[in-house]
């Protein structure tokens, strides 16, 4: 058996599975996990837009503000470190739930996540704040528009992974760990790596090219 | 804002003068009384419509077999008849708009009888019905109806999902409906380019009404796309693998791509825009940075692989008509495959060729130009396939037959256009002309509805277990293709002698005389559409000496030919076992057709979900809140929107079984009808002894 077979034969679909430890479900999962990877795909192209316009956006700033007198480094490298910690603490909750650790920890490092989420569209929502009251409003120029429609689309992502966070561990108190939520959990992990990736994007265009 | 504020205006926009008879009442001109009576007559029909449809309903007591064997029904067969439905509505209405604005053209010299914000009304509705209402609910309902059937699978991978995407383009439409009795329409055509769309300039609720159905279907279509491609990977019964795929599945799973990946930047160019117009973004704006050539890319990156996508599974539909109606294998299955599959490719790298005009340097619009060129390429491989396919064929001329046969001829002349558009030195000169619409017609109407049309009459008796009338099917077809040709082969003359596009009046008096030929072509393509209502209604009047219980009328080669018609919910009662391409066609040579299995299992099948529907209300709420700003709707129908989908979270035992012994006698009964039934000749295919049994005849070329 070639290395790629035997990798197949491991992995039934890309990413974390849930491994034969879980029975029928790591087979039922096999369709739904190759459904939200293609869904992702089809949300990265929708971020790769507001990309592009945001990029063909940079000089339209229309004499208003522009990254130098908007951006707050400090603040947005607290955010990343934010983000990307809860990234860490998901995985975490993926290896609990795929080695069975128990359900107190596998909810532990879900709710850990939830803070850090939470604790990343807190410091977000004050950037923008503070932005607002350097008169770094959308409607001012063109440059403006263009990252408030990248930005806060990747927030609107994250808050909406955080209520679908919560939601599951409602399932998670309500029918324990079936295969439906495993299969909440599962592809929230795959979204919540994604928007991390986004943010990394973000990170490096908006905020350090807008910087540099 | 507070609680209070958001009820100062419990109707938002909404006014009387929002009715379109208003104005006529208020100021009686000539002019104002000709548009205000066209207006309401349109808006009556839809009141009438949705009235006698209630009606209906309530005297046959229909309302419960509605909601529990369709809306609410995760079945692709089902899921797709009702997307069909949905166009076929779609698109007597905007054919009737056609109509009129070609009768609006044929007097239309020195003035005519519609106003210019009437008539442009007209063309934007048109083309936005005519792309997002009637061809994109058609090929996706053709597809949510075949390919499952065609890959030997239960249903498609997500059917509550389908449902949903059925709902969201359901919702559209309607919000397109509504738009004929409470305001008016856009008129900034159905590309809405800003800034003439921006609130500056368009400060009605035409363009929201445009923005939020466009949002709607889109939506949709990003889910059907994810749908359509996780179901052809992943639901292929055994031994389909992706190299004996049927020619449809194959172009309905580039289709699926393209929508996963063109969709998007429509989502994204119509939400700048809702947000220049209603929070004062600054996107598209003419001040303060704004940049309309975002919008242009944005709009064209999806517009110019929707082309395609709407294009593609048409050209899969001729393939199998072709195929089966010349008694032969497909030629060239490999070059098809992968002709398919690079229209779909370069179909992303030539977006620039729709605006060559508008400023980019000669090099880019040669690229660009050369790039579209290339599409030839594949599109010309295909056309001699089915051409060789054909070749030493049994050639029948059936209904689908005969549109396949208008559509070669009409599309190469199409195609053949369209290389001269994309060369951007003969775009300069005719660009904006009614030679881009003889010329996108050309491809849209041959190639896209004919193969839509083809399917429908091809599949019917599939999904209804009857055949459609041969003979008016015969006449709608020839009204169609001459029809077309009588529409559409002025416009090109017309167009080389100057006549902008979208004119609503103008003062060349030699135009006149083409003019009246395409508005004679209209009325023969109208009388096209009264044909195929006329045959339906012939046909389910005349139903019991058309039946096609068991299964296969035209002697069909891919699997969905295998089980009866209609099939069964659970659509096989054994997943069948693929052994070959034609895997049919195989099977009843080597007498393995209709077996006997020893065994039957429980099926298990997704259980109906009110989720479809309650998205579409929801959805359409939603949207008309917006366009009419009553933010108190707006806010309750996006609450709502959430709180549907965590409850849809928390459901569980979400399927139904369907029990081994209903299943074994479900096709026992059909397995002895087989039994029962005499096989008919290719000659007597289109007479009432044609009872779904093929017999056997050579396969392949005339010796």
Known sequence: ?212 | MSIAALFDHPLGRLQWSSLPFWDMLQHPTKGNIINGVIATGAASLVVVGAIALVLVLTRYKLWRPLWSDWVTSPDHKKIGIMYIVIALVMLARALIEAVLMRAQQAFGLGGGFLSPDHFAQLFSTHGTIMIFFMAMPFLTGVINYVMPLQIGARDVSFPVLNSISLGLTAAGAALVMVSLVIGKFSTGGWFGYPPYTEANFSPGVGPDYWIWALSLAGLGATLTGINFAVTIYRERAPGMTLMRMPLFTWTALCTAIIMIFAMPPLTVATAQLALDRYLGFHYFTNDLGGNMMNFANLFWLFGHPEVYILILPAFGVYSETISTFSGKALFGYRSLVMATMVIALLSFTVWLHHFFTMGQDANINAVFGIASMLIGIPTGVKIYDWMWTMFRGRVRLTVPMIYALGFIVLFVLGGMSGILLANPTIDYQVHNTVFLVAHFHNVAVPGVLFGMLSAYHFWFPKAFGFRLNERWGMISALCWIFGFIGAFFPLYALGLMGLPRRTVAYTEARYVPLEWVAFLGALLILAALLALLWQLWVSIRDRDGNRVFVGDPWAGRSLEWSTSAPPPEYNYAVIPVVEDRDTFTRAKEQGRAYQRPDTYVDIELPGNSAMGPAIAAIGFALAFGLVWHIWWLVILAFLAAIASMIVRGFARDTTRIVSAQQVRQEHHRWIDAVAAATAVSRADECKSVNVGLALQEADGVVP
């Open chain 1, 1 to 212: 058996m070639s290395p790629q077979a035997a990798m197949y034969q491991v992995n039934k679909y890309p990413g974390l599975n849930l491994g034969p430890g879980h029975g029928q479900d790591d087979e039922a999962a096999a369709t739904v996990m190759f459904g939200f990877w293609v869904f992702l795909m089809s949300d990265a192209i929708l971020f790769g837009m507001v990309f592009a316009t945001y990029v063909t956006s940079l000089h339209g700033t229309a004499g208003g503000p522009g990254p130098h007198d908007l951006y707050d480094i400090k603040s947005i490298f607290i955010e990343t470190m934010l983000l990307l910690a809860s990234s860490f603490t998901f995985g975490m909750a993926s290896l609990a739930l795929k080695y069975k650790h128990g359900r107190i920890r596998l909810v532990s490092w879900m709710v850990v996540t939830l803070v850090l989420g939470i604790g990343f569209l807190g410091f977000e929502l004050h950037d923008f704040s503070s932005m607002f009251a350097h008169g770094g409003v959308p409607s001012r120029s063109g440059f403006l528009s263009a990252f408030f429609d990248l930005v806060p689309l990747h927030g609107l992502h994250v808050t909406a992974g955080c209520i679908w966070l919560i939601c599951l561990l409602g399932q998670i108190g309500r029918y324990g760990l079936d295969l439906k939520t495993k299969l909440g959990i599962m592809r929230l992990a795959l979204f919540w790596h994604f928007l991390d990736i986004v943010w990394i994007a973000i990170f490096s265009v908006v905020y350090l090219g807008g910087l540099t």
